[in-house]
């Protein structure tokens, strides 16, 4: 039977890790209405990548690694992408896994010119996002949990970016039919999303209150539900 499969591309910070799971946990969570079988595949203790026949769809994750590391656990992933497009199996990569898509396909990933954009930020749909299947339903602008410093900084040929803010221009993009990256992480939920802006930015337990606001994201979460969907047509 085709499974769904996680590609794991790293772990969470230890903190986050012990409190609330790890990105495949989260994605299974958001997947968990879907009634696919899950598989989850750890890349980067060098567990084998699903054949695409073996596949009604896959999910590369984040990690806390750069694509310009060029790890050999990353490289792998990258190289694998392509003839996964090409068999026409539904991909979505989030954050890392949207830049190593962008890369893997011919496009550049590199260092944001902007910065880091991290918490929960407004991204709008572009017009080329209206009749695409994994954003049915989205509002033309929506809220998004994010973290990141990289981007895909050149969309590889024949992509087509879907959606961005004022920070990133390349906040979801699609190559060919059914293969998607979104910079943002429809995983998180609100609590992980605090726990990484006192993690990442430093603050201490009595310095919670000052948090940057961050709240719900419901719609960004939608999507990893619809890619489900999307998924669930090709067993």
């Known amino acids: 039977?085709?499974?769904?499969?996680?590609?794991?591309?790293?772990t969470t910070r230890k903190s986050i890790l012990r409190n609330y799971g790890d990105f495949g946990d989260w994605i299974r969570m958001c997947l968990s209405g879907s009634?696919?079988?899950?598989?989850?595949?750890?890349?980067?203790?060098?567990?084998t990548?699903?054949?695409p026949f073996a596949c009604c769809g896959a999910i590369?994750?984040?990690?806390?690694?750069?694509?310009?590391?060029?790890?050999?656990?990353s490289l792998a992933i990258e190289a694998w992408i392509p003839q996964f497009v090409e068999s026409g199996v539904p991909l979505l990569g989030i954050c890392y896994g949207h830049q190593l898509l962008g890369r893997a396909l011919g496009g550049a990933?590199?260092?944001?010119p902007n910065g880091r954009e991290i918490g929960t930020v407004?991204?709008?749909?572009?017009?080329?996002a209206a009749d695409d299947r994994l954003l049915r339903g989205v509002a033309p602008v929506f809220y998004a949990h994010t973290i990141h410093e990289q981007s895909v900084l050149e969309l590889p040929p024949g992509a087509v970016c879907l959606a961005s803010n004022g920070h990133e221009r390349h906040h979801v993009i699609r190559v060919g039919a059914c293969a998607w990256g979104v910079q943002?992480?429809?995983?998180?939920?609100?609590?992980?999303?605090?726990?990484?802006i006192r993690v990442?930015?430093?603050?201490?337990?009595?310095?919670?209150?000052?948090l940057p606001e961050v709240h719900e994201a419901p719609e960004s979460a939608g999507i990893l539900a619809e890619f489900a969907c999307i998924a669930a047509q090709n067993r």
């Open 49 to 51: 990548l699903p054949e």
């Open 200 to 210: 990442e930015g430093g603050f201490s337990d009595e310095q919670f209150d000052m």
């Open 35 to 47: 009634g696919l079988p899950v598989s989850v595949v750890d890349a980067v203790v060098g567990e």
């Open 1 to 10: 039977m085709k499974q769904l499969y996680i590609i794991k591309a790293g």
């Open 122 to 128: 407004r991204i709008s749909l572009k017009p080329e």
């Open 109 to 112: 990933v590199g260092y944001n």
């Open 60 to 73: 590369i994750t984040g990690s806390h690694a750069m694509v310009t590391d060029n790890l050999p656990w």
């Open 184 to 196: 943002f992480h429809p995983e998180y939920t609100l609590p992980v999303m605090q726990e990484y």
